[in-house]
């Protein structure tokens, strides 16, 4: 599983894939909030890092979809799947060392804007003054949340040799579980299970740990999340052999 | 016995792509697994090797199920799908040390730089797949289905899209790591069995119809032969006829004609004999190689 996992980090890497996604979150997070007039932290008078984790989850979409996208579709499309499957590993060791891969560059991506807390941390007044619980644990929730975005995209990957359809099944699939349930939940329709409908989206509970309390249940929820796509993946990946 | 195969059966569907086949391969043999496109011959490998679960039957490599052990069965196997995948973007060494990586093996770049050396893919080592050669592509190929030093190797056409010198090669490397273990190649070009196969299985429509040693079955073929003569001048059919031996006469083009006799006559002799005989000259003669489709309509009469 190890040779897998490191033969899938050298390919983001020699591709540059891996190179890009990390400088376009970087850019377009830098962007939002240190450039851009309406949503600047400088302007905005408070030193915590609320954009950062207000867009992450956005930009992860397209970004998180683009890494994995590339996962099984090729893989089957140029046959070489064939050849892994036949060599000693298990299947569901393949589907784990591609997830460890996708979740490791997320957590590559994440790494350099400790710089903007370190920025952020010296801009308060006074000194430090930056809610350090909140900081983490919005962290805590975005990794989780990375991982529940890269297990959907493995699973798009998993069931169509076409990296097109795999992005984009992988975008919607990521936008529909983030976003889509508690707006939904909103509808007047759905009101008798609003609260529950609300639960099953990835926001709510992302939104609960951004406040700094890391609640087992949130946990829980997110490993649930990640591990059911991962099977979901590991079920398709082996379709009709 | 390394390969034992039961009763294997796969379905697509309502098609049958392998009917219930059953075989045996001894360890040390070559074999050629024959048949035209889609006869079967690479779905019966993708189930030895684990990649294809059978519909019903039985399939042991090395005495392993290869659905109750596939782990073991993946270890003594070494496995060159059809259209030989690669990843174009990995370089060679890089590739063959991630292969050896996955099979677990000790003091992997040794392994890596003696499988370099006998698959002669020293001149190209540092280079990356995607900018090699075919010929090379299939090297890898291989080398990555023998580094491990697998008891049973499986080749899916390996040999398919070179061109002769290449052919050449790569039959040459198959027959030299094939003398102390088993191989199973399929193939559909009969000269590849004839060169390199000590038996052959010869599949179609997901069924063997036939399964003996090569000479054996070259005997069986040779039974008719037909030869390809071009006359300078018109010659009458029913004249050609008497020349003994000579069964069946059609023509094929001005003043060509194919011959066909039965077994044991050399008619390249007696044409000649009745050209000189009749004043006529031959412009050409040739026997007919055996195509494929006509041993197959020949051992389905058969049988």
Redesign the interface.
């Known amino acids: 599983m190890i040779p897998l996992f490191i033969k899938e980090i050298r390919s983001f890497l020699s591709s540059l894939i891996a190179i890009i996604v990390i400088v376009v979150f970087l850019l377009a997070i830098g962007l939002f909030m240190w450039v851009f007039p309406d949503s600047n932290t400088l302007d905005y008078g408070y030193s915590n890092m609320d954009i950062l984790f207000n867009m992450a989850p956005w930009i992860f979409i397209f970004l998180i979809s683009a890494i994995t996208m590339r996962s099984f579709s090729e893989e089957k499309r140029m046959g070489t799947f064939e050849s892994l499957v036949t060599k000693p590993i298990s299947d569901l060791q393949i589907v784990l060392a591609k997830y460890l891969a996708g979740l490791v560059l997320v957590l590559f991506s994440l790494i350099p804007t400790l710089i903007y807390y370190y920025t952020v941390y010296q801009l308060g007044a006074p000194l430090g003054n930056i809610d350090i619980g909140a900081t983490w644990g919005s962290y805590i929730g975005l990794l989780l949340l990375g991982s529940c975005y890269v297990s959907i995209g493995l699973f798009s990957s998993s069931i169509t040799e076409n990296q097109i359809v795999a992005f984009i099944l992988s975008m919607f699939l990521c936008f529909f579980c983030f976003s889509a349930f508690e707006q939904l939940s909103k509808l007047s329709l759905f009101s008798p299970i609003d609260y529950l409908l609300e639960w099953v989206g990835i926001n709510y509970h992302y939104q609960s740990i951004s406040r700094g309390v890391l609640d087992t249940r949130d946990v829980v929820y997110f490993l649930s999340f990640t591990a059911l796509f991962l099977g979901f993946t590991f079920k398709m990946s082996r379709k009709g052999k | 016995m390394s390969i034992e195969v039961q009763g294997l059966t796969k379905i697509y569907g309502e098609q049958k792509a392998v009917n219930d086949i059953t075989f045996s391969i001894k360890s040390g043999e070559i074999v050629g697994f024959l048949g035209p496109n889609g006869a079967g011959k690479s779905t019966t490998m ?1 189930m030895l ?5 059978p519909t019903s039957g039985i399939a042991k490599v090395c005495g392993f199920d290869t659905s109750l052990m596939p ?1 073991e069965v ?2 003594q ?1 070494g ?1 060159l ?3 030989n ?6 370089y060679i060494m ?1 590739y063959l040390l ?2 050896a ?4 093996l000790k003091n992997r770049p040794k392994a890596v730089a003696e499988i370099i050396g006998k698959t002669g893919l020293s001149p190209e080592q540092n280079k990356k797949i995607g900018a090699l050669s075919k010929g090379y592509r299939q090297r890898v190929g291989l080398a ?1 289905a023998m580094l491990h030093n697998p008891k049973v190797l499986i080749l899916d056409e390996p040999t398919s899209g070179l061109d002769p010198n290449q052919i050449n090669e790569i039959r040459t490397l198959i027959t030299e790591f094939g003398k102390d273990r088993t191989v199973m190649l399929s193939t559909h070009i009969m000269q590849e069995v004839e060169a390199m196969c000590d038996r052959v299985i010869i599949i179609n429509k997901g069924q063997i119809v036939a399964d003996d040693a090569t000479d054996t079955l070259q005997k069986r073929f040779k039974s008719s032969l037909i030869l390809n003569v071009e006359f300078k001048n018109s010659v009458n059919k029913d004249y050609l006829k008497t020349i003994p031996g000579v069964d069946m006469v059609t023509e094929n083009g001005k003043n060509r004609w194919k011959l066909s006799a039965s077994k044991g006559t050399d008619l390249r002799e007696l044409v000649f004999k009745f050209a000189v005989n009749s004043g006529n000259v031959i412009l050409e003669q040739n026997e007919e190689e055996q195509k494929l489709e006509e041993i197959f309509q020949h051992l389905t009469r058969n049988q």
């Open positions: 993708k090797t684990c990649f294809l679960q782990m993946k270890r196997i496995y799908p059809e259209h995948p690669l990843y174009l973007d990995m890089e991630f292969v990586g996955i099979y677990e990555q």
